[in-house]
């Protein structure tokens, strides 16, 4: 793959205040490649010896269990930085990297770590912006897995990937890259079967529409007030809805909080 200018870089916000010179100079020193869904990019405990950024595409980051079971821990999308070992002090990969669909990435020698952050304040600064990002994202994921009932923790999983890939189309909004059922199985710490289960009495509501790998959400608010307790599971989303506004009507404006998508 070859990189046509720097503009493609001043798209990532790790990169997003340099000055074309400085860009230009971050480009010349990467390595581009096309990678097809599916490829590994690095496997877990392998040396880290290079840092990535996302052209296009989603890359989906996955640890394995001392039982061998899978979990995924994270996707990351177009425009940010992954398999950063340097500056979080680890020189073996603590995950294992694999592109969610069709990706574009660019890759630096580990070394330049060091090097973009001592001549580029921003780079610095914004690449820890995006790591704070993810660690809340971690930190609500705990939470979600402590707390939350399976439909809530498989509703949650769904608003996040809207939230972060989501785009429109004719029956609500689509993520923006194949998952499966056993992907979402693998997010929210449940099996295959409840996940088909669960989807499969949603899509009998209209709350989503699902084929094979691609999922819509076809409410979102009914979805939202599943993920966050406001309805049982198995209302449906009307039902739900008016329950809600019921139950908000009976406090303060002042004190009701709103959700959306």
């Given at each position: 793959?070859?990189?046509l200018?720097e503009?493609?870089l001043?798209?990532a916000?790790?990169?997003c205040?340099?000055?074309?010179?400085?860009?230009r100079?971050?480009?010349?020193?990467?390595?581009?490649?096309?990678a097809?869904?599916?490829?590994?990019?690095?496997d877990?405990?392998?040396?880290?010896?290079?840092?990535?950024?996302i052209?296009?595409?989603?890359?989906?980051?996955?640890?394995?269990?001392?039982?061998?079971?899978?979990?995924?821990?994270?996707h990351?999308?177009a425009?940010q930085?992954?398999?950063?070992?340097?500056?979080l002090?680890?020189?073996?990969?603590?995950?294992?990297?694999?592109?969610?669909?069709d990706?574009q990435?660019?890759?630096?020698?580990?070394?330049?770590?060091?090097?973009?952050?001592?001549?580029?304040?921003?780079f610095?600064?914004?690449?820890?912006r995006?790591?704070?990002?993810?660690?809340?994202?971690?930190?609500?994921?705990?939470?979600?897995?402590s707390?939350?009932?399976?439909?809530?923790r498989i509703?949650?999983?769904?608003?996040?990937m809207?939230?972060?890939?989501?785009r429109?189309?004719?029956?609500?909004?689509?993520?923006?890259f194949?998952?499966?059922?056993?992907?979402i199985?693998?997010?929210?710490g449940?099996?295959l079967?409840?996940v088909?289960?669960?989807?499969?009495?949603w899509?009998?509501?209209?709350?989503?529409?699902?084929t094979?790998?691609?999922?819509?959400?076809?409410?979102?608010?009914?979805?939202?007030m599943?993920?966050?307790?406001?309805?049982?599971?198995?209302?449906?989303?009307t039902?739900?809805?008016?329950?809600?506004?019921?139950?908000?009507s009976s406090?303060?404006?002042?004190?009701?909080?709103?959700?959306?998508?």
């Amino acid at each position: 793959m070859r990189l046509l200018d720097e503009r493609q870089l001043a798209r990532a916000p790790p990169f997003c205040r340099l000055d074309p010179h400085q860009l230009r100079r971050v480009r010349d020193l990467a390595q581009a490649r096309n990678a097809a869904i599916g490829t590994v990019v690095f496997d877990e405990g392998q040396p880290a010896l290079r840092f990535h950024l996302i052209l296009s595409g989603h890359v989906r980051l996955v640890r394995m269990t001392a039982e061998g079971e899978q979990i995924i821990v994270l996707h990351v999308a177009a425009g940010q930085i992954f398999g950063l070992g340097a500056p979080l002090g680890r020189a073996t990969r603590q995950e294992t990297a694999i592109t969610a669909d069709d990706c574009q990435l660019l890759s630096w020698p580990t070394a330049l770590w060091q090097v973009f952050s001592d001549d580029y304040a921003s780079f610095a600064k914004e690449t820890m912006r995006s790591l704070g990002a993810r660690a809340d994202e971690m930190s609500n994921r705990i939470v979600e897995l402590s707390t939350k009932l399976v439909e809530q923790r498989i509703a949650c999983a769904l608003l996040r990937m809207i939230g972060q890939s989501g785009r429109k189309v004719a029956g609500g909004i689509e993520i923006g890259f194949p998952i499966s059922r056993q992907n979402i199985a693998d997010m929210t710490g449940t099996t295959l079967h409840t996940v088909s289960r669960v989807l499969s009495a949603w899509e009998k509501r209209g709350l989503i529409l699902s084929t094979r790998c691609h999922v819509v959400v076809s409410d979102p608010h009914g979805m939202v007030m599943i993920a966050s307790g406001a309805a049982r599971p198995d209302q449906p989303a009307t039902a739900a809805r008016r329950s809600a506004r019921k139950a908000a009507s009976s406090i303060p404006y002042s004190a009701q909080a709103s959700i959306t998508v």
